[in-house]
């Protein structure tokens, strides 16, 4: 249904569209700081309760949304533009939701921290535009806890687009693609990505809001339909989206793809771009914000332990990363961290698929403000093979790199004031403060742990 604004669908719309459907439940559904979507299911005979008063949730019981034991039930407002069928369930349609504790706004919830930073820049004459691109692997869970590829016969050393893997899960992918367009996202490829068992499918772009309500949706959708197709099989068939699930394969990342627009002008549009990229001023002072905040942007963006064993310096066990961590820009070179796919679009092909996208929309948006508005220069763009220049060479020419693991990730975010207030202030802390305190003790947890690499590497050593 229709997303903008001026055009919202109504209590009394959604009863029709509902009733035509034969839609009789609801999922009322919001997500944490991990992204983990939460719901309840809700008759659609009281579709006018939920609209006035919300779902009401123990909110300590949901996951990392700020609370504590003794605080008041939050309560899951449905935006009635985000109403999405399920398209395996006809009866049940999902609302995306935004957070309220006592009648107001609660500045923990994901979702509500995006809509006041969209607001920031339309106020200032922007509206944020993005697409989404989601990478996941299909693993069967085996009985002793470790997980396989699901499917055995992928076994090409670069079996990237190979026809015969895209082929052996036709009805899978053509499944998800049907619903994908039956919803009118516009699912317009299928790709075999660069791993064994790793796919990417994607839809078009929206405003940031609306592309963040249906990566959760799509991630929700491919979930359920991978252990749908376990069932059918008799396997403990799962999808992943984490960010490096095999050492020796390239991991999943969830870029995005940015521009500004008043309108149905496309602001990072200048087809007289002098550098040659299509590009208008205004996005280069964009993009000079990203790579100013870019360190501590990467708490948010690449936001677990294990998104640093997928961006790192150099090859990988698995090869060529596809995750460039130097601190660069330039044309359609997929070795840079913002690359330039086509005209008036800026890729951050660093953010991965553990990121929630409503938190790493917001700080990526209040990094980019913060260059237009300081007018940043970004430098020239970069046409060079990053991955075949060493290391010293291009720290020489002041070239950064991302973070090396999630703990220096939060000390970035940690002294950054613009992605401070971007994500804005809780009841006695910023969120911030919350944020990194919740991903040390991730990080902490991580840490305390004794792993086999490690018995093997010093057991007999000492």
Known sequence: MATDSAAAPTVEDIRKESKKRGIEFYFAQFVDMYARPSAKLVPAQNLDDLVSDGAGFAGFAAGEIGQVPSDPDIAAIPDLASFTPVPWEPTVARFACDITVDGEDWPYDPRTILRRQLAKAREQGFEFKMGL????????????????????????????????????????????????????WGNYANDHEDANGQFEQNFTYADALTSCDRAIFFRYMVHQLAERKGRD?????????????????????????????????????????????????????????????????????????????????????????????????????????????????????????????????????????????????????????????????????????????????????????VLRAALGRGRDEDYADYFIRVKREEWNRYHEQVTPWEVGEYLTRF
């Not at 893997?165 to 009118?184: A, K, M, P, Q």
């Not at 093979?385 to 720290?395: F, G, K, T, V």
């Open 133 to 184: 691109e989601l990478e996941y692997f299909l693993v069967e869970l085996m009985g002793d806890g470790s997980i396989r590829l699901a499917d055995a016969l992928d076994t090409l050393e670069k079996p990237c687009y190979d026809l015969n893997g895209l082929s052996r899960h036709y009805e899978f992918l053509t499944t998800i693609s049907r619903f994908v367009n039956d919803l009118g």
């Open 233 to 417: 099989e008799g396997r403990r068939i799962l999808a992943t989206f984490m960010p490096k699930p095999f050492t020796h394969l390239t991991g999943n990342g969830c870029h995005f793809h940015m521009s500004l627009w008043d309108g149905d002008t496309n602001l990072f549009l200048d087809e007289n771009d002098p550098r040659g990229l299509g590009l208008s001023e205004t996005a280069y002072h964009f993009i000079g914000g990203l790579t100013k905040h870019a360190r501590a942007y990467s708490a948010v963006t690449a936001p677990t332990v294990n998104s640093y064993k997928r961006l790192k310096v150099g090859t990988t066990a698995s090869g060529a990363t596809w995750a460039p961590v130097w601190i660069s820009y330039g044309y359609n070179n997929r070795t840079q961290m913002l690359r330039i796919p086509g005209p008036g679009r800026v890729e951050d092909r660093t953010i991965d698929g553990s990121c929630n996208p409503y938190l790493a929309a917001a700080v990526i948006l209040a990094a980019g403000l913060d260059g237009i508005g300081a007018g940043l220069d970004p430098g020239e763009p970069n046409s060079e093979n990053l991955y075949a220049i060493p290391y010293d060479e291009l720290r020489s020419r002041g070239l950064e790199t991302l973070p090396s693991n999630l703990l220096e990730a939060t000390q970035e975010l940690e002294e950054d004031d």
